[in-house]
């Protein structure tokens, strides 16, 4: 499975982004997808999952009510719409696919990784 993600870019605070990752080879078989974000000098962390059918999710506290992780299986793609960026959004973002059809925030749970997308807010 590749993974591609792309969308990432600079904006100002309180505007908008929409990630899409894109699978090709044994795409998304019935695991989950999940998002996950790397800032400057911290540790990636865990955003948001969206189950095989799509039908569950599943967010970290500092995005719920912003962005909303969804899929479209016959294009292979998952996206992360993310409204009312924060400053502290900043980050590497990064596409991933689980193990299993458990909607974990467990690094270690997700087998297959995207290149990342940069995504910058300004203040």
């Known amino acids: 499975v590749q993974l591609q993600a792309s969308g990432g870019g600079l904006v100002q605070a309180g505007g908008s982004l929409r990630l899409s990752c894109t699978a090709s080879g044994r795409t998304f078989s019935t695991y989950v997808m999940a998002w996950f974000r790397q800032a400057p000098g911290k540790e990636r962390e865990f955003v948001a999952v969206?189950?095989?059918?799509?039908?569950?999710?599943r967010y970290v506290d500092s995005v719920k009510g912003r962005f909303t992780i969804s899929k479209e299986n016959a294009k292979n793609t998952v996206y992360l719409q993310m409204n009312s960026l924060k400053p502290e959004d900043t980050a590497v973002y990064y596409c991933?696919?689980?193990?299993?059809?458990?909607?974990?925030?467990?690094?270690?749970?997700?087998?297959?990784w995207g290149q990342g997308t940069l995504v910058t807010v300004s203040s």
């Open positions: 991933a696919r689980g193990r299993s059809s458990y909607l974990s925030s467990a690094f270690g749970d997700y087998d297959h």
């Open positions: 969206i189950s095989w059918i799509g039908d569950r999710t």
